[in-house]
């Protein structure tokens, strides 16, 4: 008997965008096989999915925080908190995110995501599984002040030579992935976009009001994605198109959207989705501290965030991120009759590519990591696996 653990009976949503009935056999961390259910198997254990949904482990590109700590401010303990809680919304890699901020929590929560990442390494095959964090993503600092959404607009900078990334610090760790959130149209933005490309980040545009021209520069430039589509850009006007109207129209631009039916709403995110189509859409959740918490008044960044029925508010009255979790987007998607398939593909599949980690993760095919989700018609989490080892399991499926 192999030491594997087999997930039987489950929906396989694969690479090719079909489901089948199958079982997948884990071993040494990796998905070594697909099988027709029923197969022989000398699996050490057996899990019976009962007719669940598989998928891949979803991939949160935008996340700020969750249960009380925000990445900008927190600690490495306070990220293990956020990529425990994770796992149970069915997130098995994360890009933490960091808002504006002075040199020193930039430098200081580079280095807590740092030790966290090394810590994972170690801790495989041992600690307790937790959703990964792949890197980190800088919304802002170089961002349209008029644009700035929650975004504290007293850390905004400017670009005018490479020294002024400086304190935005990279992850020494080779497998580290870095994205940046840039405006094109502040001063030096261009210059920043190239300069960005050259040091391997992923750049997208985002908190902007640029105009075609220099949205079209900073494709030249090597910026090919987008943040949180829709919110904080220049609203769609048929004089002035804008990012809204650029982005809808370029098929070799991706991006991501906040899926939470508050900050697009619903009808505008399935215009976006017939636009963009299924393969050029990311789902985030832009989560904030106070995901995971209910209802109440939070303090975030600085300032009080109010968070009443899944809305946050911050002080000046803006929306102030959102208190979802990708399995929440997931929902909203499954309510507005998206297929399991394409949901996969907009969770898991899409930020793979993006972040260039799709030949570890992000479908379920054999040899690739094993990062999965089960989850029942609802949408609801009922497993998660992460590295091959159970990360949460929902009280009623037995192992
Ligand atoms: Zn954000």
Redesign the pocket.
């Known amino acids: 008997m192999s030491e594997g653990l087999l997930l039987r009976n489950a929906q396989v949503v694969l690479s090719d965008g079909s489901v089948k009935r199958a079982a997948v056999l884990i071993e040494g961390g990796r998905i070594a096989r697909i099988t027709e259910d029923g197969a022989e198997t000398d699996a050490g254990e057996i899990a019976d999915l009962e007719g669940a949904f598989l998928l891949p482990g979803f991939i949160d590109l935008?996340i700020?925080g969750a249960v009380g700590a925000d990445v900008t401010e927190t600690d490495v303990d306070g990220l293990r908190k956020i990529a425990r809680f994770l796992v149970r919304e069915g997130v098995t890699s994360w890009l933490p995110?960091l808002?504006p901020a002075p040199d020193e929590d930039y430098k200081r929560a580079a280095g807590a995501i740092e030790e966290l990442m090394a810590w994972q390494e170690t801790a495989s095959g041992e600690g307790e599984p937790t959703a990964r964090a792949l890197g980190l993503h800088y919304?802002g600092p170089f961002v349209n002040q008029a644009q700035c959404g929650a975004l504290r607009t007293e850390y905004f900078r400017v670009y005018k030579k490479a020294a002024d990334l400086e304190p935005l610090t990279m992850i020494a760790n080779p497998r580290a992935r870095h994205m940046m959130t840039v405006a094109p149209e502040i001063e030096g933005g261009i210059e920043l976009v190239r300069e960005l490309r050259r040091r391997g980040f992923i750049v997208s545009i985002g908190h902007t009001r640029a105009d075609i021209a220099s949205l079209d520069q900073a494709f030249e430039a090597g910026a090919r994605h987008m943040t949180?589509f829709m919110n904080a850009m220049a609203p769609l006007h048929h004089r002035a198109p804008g990012p809204i109207g650029w982005g809808l129209l370029r098929d070799d631009v991706t991006c991501d959207v906040i899926a939470d039916g508050i900050h697009v709403e619903p009808f505008m995110l399935r215009l976006v989705l017939k636009c963009k189509g299924i393969e050029r859409i990311s789902l985030i959740s832009?989560a904030v501290a106070p995901t995971g918490l209910g209802d109440g008044v939070y303090q975030v960044w600085g300032g009080r965030i109010a968070v009443l029925r899944g809305r946050t508010s911050n002080e000046r009255g803006s929306i102030a991120?959102s208190v979802i979790t990708l399995s929440d987007a997931v929902r909203l998607m499954l309510q507005l009759g998206v297929s399991i398939a394409d949901i996969a593909r907009m969770a898991a599949t899409n930020p793979a590519r993006l972040l260039g980690v799709i030949e570890e993760c992000g479908t379920i095919e054999e040899g690739k990591r094993a990062d999965l989700v089960a989850l029942d018609e609802s949408g609801e989490v009922r497993l998660t696996i992460v590295g091959g080892r159970v990360a949460f399991n929902a009280d009623d499926l037995e192992l």
Do not use: S
Request: charge should be negative; avoid cysteine.
């Open positions: 935008h700020h995110t808002v919304e949180h832009d991120g």
